[in-house]
């Protein structure tokens, strides 16, 4: 009788292992439901001229799709300089989800980084003026961006647009400038007054907005060498096994951030217009470079409209797989400032 009792416990804790580990295959491995709230652009991936339709809230992560990694973010963008005075005293960077860098005026570049609303850092800046071509790089995933003055281009686009741009020129209270930063590089937002500009509802956008995986194939990218024609400006990124993620140095600042993906967009500038301002098409399609843990993935990326999304795929049409966390964005004019090192030889890009 005592035997039968154990055995039927024994068998009862197996089944209850089974129904577990069941549950959790589940929960990890099987597609959730497209969220109804995601932008429609963010579900077209395209291959060469063909478009198919694939959900990017739940990516294949070495060929199984993942529930949970996708969430909806409410994104804010903020313009901060990139100036080599004021490069010391950049704040906010490591916190954010996204950051996208374009050459402004004299080809020094500028970022626009972007933050869920839900998990601001403590002080952002320092504060820089805008441009239209961030505007059309960040729709349709973010909607607000706050910024420090601006182009009259930007400042049109604002207005005809459907983003909403809080320029601190306006809203002065809500700055603040640190007596300890040299200026004209010393002007902040914190936390708070940011929020407290941000009274109306922001979008909400799936995020991440890109395939999430481990790449199969690709080279080794140890170290990323961007060139900006000037040591002031240029960037090295070396890859630190440790924390799996790209340090990068640029100029004197040795450790300005540590994103987990690397990408590279080929965007020519079209012209240079008055004050030396930038004219940089950013709707159409160019060669992409995708570097994490270690390895280089080559592709295109494509934005069919300026309120389409950003899609980045290989040559044969399928998504280049980046890691989960932060994707540091730069665009070049040309891939011949782009090289990377698997050993102790760098290479060129493909020309």
Request: proline share 7%; no cysteine; aromatic share 10%.
């Amino acid at each position: 009788m005592k035997f039968a009792v154990r055995s039927l416990s024994i068998a009862a804790s197996v089944v209850l292992g089974v129904i577990l580990i069941a549950s959790i295959l589940v929960f990890f491995f099987v597609p959730a439901p497209p969220s109804s709230n995601a932008p429609k652009t963010n579900r077209t991936v395209v291959a060469g001229n063909k478009s198919s339709q694939k959900d990017v809230g739940s990516w294949l992560l070495s060929g199984l799709k993942m529930v949970g990694l996708s969430h909806e973010k409410e994104l804010v963008a903020f313009m901060v300089e990139n100036h080599e005075t004021a490069r010391p005293f950049q704040e906010g960077i490591r916190q954010a989800l996204l950051v996208e860098e374009f050459p402004v005026e004299g080809f020094i570049s500028r970022f626009a980084l972007v933050f869920d609303k839900n998990d601001l850092p403590k002080r952002i800046g320092p504060m820089r003026s805008l441009r239209p071509y961030y505007i059309d790089a960040l729709e349709p995933w973010v909607s607000t961006v706050i910024h420090a003055g601006g182009s009259p281009e930007a400042f049109a686009k604002v207005e005809n647009g459907d983003i909403s741009a809080f320029n601190l020129l306006f809203y002065y209270d809500k700055a603040e400038r640190d007596k300890e930063v040299p200026e004209p590089h010393n002007l902040f937002i914190k936390r708070a007054k940011a929020l407290s500009l941000l009274t109306k509802e922001v979008r909400g956008t799936e995020w991440p907005p890109y395939a999430i995986g481990t790449p199969r194939t690709g080279s080794a990218a140890l170290v990323v060498k961007l060139n900006f024609h000037n040591p002031d400006h240029d960037v090295v990124y070396t890859y630190d096994r440790l924390g799996d993620a790209y340090v990068r140095s640029s100029g004197d600042v040795k450790n300005q951030g540590a994103p987990r993906n690397v990408l590279v967009l080929e965007m020519p500038v079209e012209s240079i217009g008055e004050y030396g301002r930038l004219t940089i098409p950013v709707v159409g399609r160019g060669r992409a470079y995708l570097f994490h843990s270690g390895i280089m993935q080559e592709g295109y990326w494509h934005k069919k409209g300026l309120y389409s999304a950003f899609t980045f795929t290989t040559a044969q049409g399928d998504p280049l797989l980046f890691a989960p966390g932060q994707t540091w964005m730069t665009a070049l004019p040309g891939m011949d400032r782009l090289k990377w090192s698997g050993t102790k030889e760098t290479k060129e890009s493909k020309g």
